[in-house]
């Protein structure tokens, strides 16, 4: 089904400049998930180490009041376990400790125009007839404190995930919108008319390596969220009424002096 191509993006961007900010982009997005990888990765193995260790401390606790008659080696290979389990949960802290943190620098920016340029850059990264996306922008909202990488980063995402979630549909909606939001706050919303989450994934779509996409790897939301927290913001989500969903992205806004 061909679709409508139709972006309500910033226009007064020359390709050369979406190109370069791709480029950074598309650096800033391996880290930020990597890092939401190797905390879910850490995250799933130490639970297992952890049961474990508690597991040869109780055994050991157990025994105590045979240690008299109990064979020395058997105390000796639960010590061992216990040192042993341990040493691998350190390895893996160690391990993530390694992976490098996003550079977030944040500086008072026209929510407005990002937002624009963030709808260029999904329609730059779209390999064909990119949805319509209608953006409605509320002058009236105040600067907000971002990094700009990061806000690219989750809209991006958020654009792509509503694109896949209405590419089915006869008449798709994408909409992106600035409001005001809660006392020195200001939020992106990303609402589509797709078919919604199901109760399978509803709740735990902010949970690592949690994927309806035969190729995602479930690390795109959860990225998203990190990435908001960097800035001082939170991402969340509501059921559309009529059917969908809509993301929240809340932003600190800048103090008035």
Known sequence: MSREKSIAGNHNLELEDLVRIQVELSRISRIYELAAMSGGLAHEI?????????????????????????????????????????????TIQDIRNQVPAAEVMVVPENLND????????????????????????????????????????????????????????NHPEINIATILGKEGQVEVTVSDNGPGLSEEVSGRIFQPFLSSKSSGMGLGLISSLRAAERMGGDLWYDDRPGGGIVFHLSLPTVEPE
């Open 46 to 90: 130490n639970q297992p180490l952890t049961a474990a260790t508690n597991f040869s401390q109780a055994s050991q606790r157990l025994l105590m009041p045979l240690s008299d008659t109990l064979p020395e080696k058997i105390q000796q290979f639960l010590r061992k376990s216990v040192d042993q389990i341990e040493r691998a949960i350190n």
């Open 114 to 169: 990002l937002v624009r340029t963030a709808i260029d850059l999904f329609a730059l990264q779209t390999d064909r007839n990119p949805p319509r996306v209608i953006f409605c922008g509320d002058p009236t909202v105040p600067q907000a404190c971002v990094d700009r990488y990061s806000l690219f980063f989750i809209l991006i995402h958020l654009l792509r995930n509503a694109a896949e979630a209405t590419q089915e549909l």
